[in-house]
Each structure stands twice: as structure tokens, then as C-alpha cells.
């Protein structure tokens, strides 16, 4: 399954070498250009969901804003080291995705007070640090009263990948959705300790089937994406996540819990390109500020009052 990800990666590269300077070449910031650096997971480019949706924020902010970016990926959990080197590249503002970068992003605000850093993902209490969470479980209950609606065998499993607050609240949120529209179900969980493993999350998926799951949700990164593809070859159904994820799946994601990462970090170049400064705040973002929602439902069909509940919900 890692074919998936090399081919995902390789569709980036032309994207790359349009969008910004190469990995190992520095931004020349000396002049008014307004320019951002990136600091990935340690998924990194081509995992189809938080870097690459951060990635095209920043695309979009180079074509329309004319800023310029480059970006680190940390593949060996080197989170400072690239971040040191996004840092000696003297940009406007660097940002920091997922709260695994968190406490490099903590430490290097400190030892730079006068950087701006946006954090996504997790809260730094900092003037320096602009910190912008989700309301994650607000768009995964949606995802779990689909879940609960539709399970025929009333069993559904659910796949975090690394355990924290932000992956609880995609749990929590999906659980209550499907004991709102069916409380007798069964809901699986499990853990896989890893943002980058697809055939452990294929694994995992494969045991929730053999328990009788019929409906999974993974929020788990590339590892997710094994769910999702075992899913599709066991012939059931299942959700994607952060952004719209059909694609790696078109027999069985029926929708995506999308989280608009891009919209984020769009508005905060936005806001530097007109003259705006950051105020080291903290923004939430949920169904009402078009933080979270759902991607297009294909797959199945709901039925009219199947609909009407989830526009309730929605709303």
C-alpha cells in the first residue's frame, strides 16, 4: 500500500516546483515579498490529508496573494531541526501543523520572540504564537449519525491514530452521533499508535470486519488510508478524513469529515497581506465558522428522513 502514497507524492512534485523553492534552497526575504514557512507532519507531502491541505492553503495564497512559501517535512520526528531551518530562512510567519510539532513550535517562540508563528492544532500560550484548533467532534457527529443510521450488522468501528485531545474529540464526537440515531450499536476502538503506517490501519480495519463493522472511521493519517482501502476490498463502507477523501476509496467512502486546514492558513495570509498583524490569539473553529463539515456523500443514497435528521444536526 505504500504505492499509494509514492503515487500521491509524485502527483505533488509538479505542484512543488511551481509553488515554492525546492527543500533545500532558501527564500530570499529580503525583499516586501510577504512570505510563510511550513513545517508538516511527519507524514509530509503526499498523505493526502492536514500537510496536504495545508500545502494547497498556501498554493492558493501564492497564485492570489502573491506570497511565497517553502516548507520542512519532518520525517524522522526532527521537528526542531527543520524548524530551525524554516526559522534562519527569516519569514514572516512559519507555521507548525498538528500538535505533534507543538512543543518545537514552543520552544523556538521562545527562543524567538520576535518570529510569528501560526500553531494548527494545538494551543501555545504565547504573543508570538496565533494558535488555531477545530471543532472536531462538531463534523464527526455528522460522520457517526450517518454511521448509526445505515449499520446493518448495528456494529461500526473507529480508528485513531497517535492518542490525543485532538483525535478524542474526532471519538468522542463520532460516538455520540451514532448513539443519537441508534443506540444499540456496537462501537468499536482502537488505536494504532501512528499517523504513518497503512497496513497496520489495514490490519486494524480487517479486525473490526471480522467483528462485524460495517461502517469505519479512521482518523489517522496515511495510516488511515489502509483502513480505508481494506474497507473497499472487503466490500464495506467507510468515512475519510480532514479532507474529501473518495478518491483513495470510490467503492466505499461514502463521505469525509473534512477539516479546512487550507481556509485557515488562507485567512491568515489574507490577513498579513492587508497590512493585518497577528495578535497571538487562540481561534476555534467549528460548523459555524466553515471550520469542519462534510465532503459530497456518495456511495449510498439516504433516505428523505435520513436526510432531514442530518440537516438538523448540521444546523
Known amino acids: 500500500m505504500k504505492f499509494y502514497k509514492m503515487t500521491a507524492l509524485l502527483v505533488f512534485i509538479l505542484i512543488i516546483m511551481a509553488a ?73 510567519v512559519i507555521f507548525g501543523l498538528s500538535f505533534t510539532t507543538a512543543p518545537a513550535i514552543e520552544a523556538k517562540a521562545e527562543e ?69 440515531a441508534n443506540p444499540d450499536t456496537e462501537i468499536l476502538t482502537e488505536y494504532a499508535g501512528s499517523f504513518d503506517d497503512d497496513q497496520l490501519g489495514a490490519d486494524i480495519a480487517a479486525d473490526m470486519i471480522d467483528e462485524g463493522a460495517d461502517y469505519i472511521f479512521p482518523s489517522a493519517g496515511f ?34 469529515m473534512v477539516k479546512n486546514v487550507n481556509v485557515a492558513i488562507y485567512d491568515v495570509m489574507e490577513q498579513l497581506a492587508n497590512g493585518e498583524t497577528l495578535e497571538g490569539n487562540h481561534r476555534e473553529l467549528g460548523l459555524d465558522q466553515d471550520g469542519v463539515g462534510l465532503a459530497p456523500i456518495r456511495v449510498i443514497e439516504l433516505t428523505d428522513q435520513q436526510q432531514q435528521t442530518l440537516d438538523d444536526a448540521r444546523n
Open 20 to 92: 515554492c523553492s525546492s527543500n533545500n534552497e532558501n527564500i530570499d526575504s529580503s525583499d516586501d515579498t510577504l512570505s510563510a514557512g511550513l513545517l508538516v507532519t511527519e507524514s509530509g507531502i503526499g498523505d493526502n490529508a492536514f500537510s496536504d491541505l495545508a500545502f494547497q492553503g498556501l498554493t492558493q495564497a501564492r497564485d492570489e496573494l502573491g506570497v511565497v512559501f517553502d516548507y520542512r517535512e519532518p520525517l524522522d520526528q526532527d521537528y526542531e531541526a527543520k524548524l530551525q531551518e524554516l526559522i534562519d530562512q527569516d519569514h514572516d
Open 112 to 180: 524567538y520572540p520576535d518570529q510569528q508563528f501560526v500553531m494548527i492544532d494545538a494551543v501555545i500560550d504565547l504573543p508570538n504564537v496565533t494558535s488555531i484548533t477545530f471543532k472536531e467532534d462538531e463534523g464527526s457527529h455528522l460522520v457517526g449519525l450517518i454511521a448509526g443510521m445505515r449499520t446493518e450488522s448495528d456494529t461500526v468501528g473507529f480508528i485513531g491514530g497517535v492518542e490525543s485531545d485532538v483525535i478524542q474529540r474526532f471519538e468522542n464526537g463520532f460516538k455520540e452521533g451514532v448513539r443519537e
Open 223 to 256: 495510516t488511515g488510508t489502509g483502513a480505508l482501502q481494506e474497507a473497499q476490498s472487503q466490500g464495506i463502507y467507510a468515512f475519510g478524513v480532514d479532507t474529501d477523501q473518495y478518491t483513495i476509496a470510490e467503492d466505499a467512502v461514502v463521505t469525509s
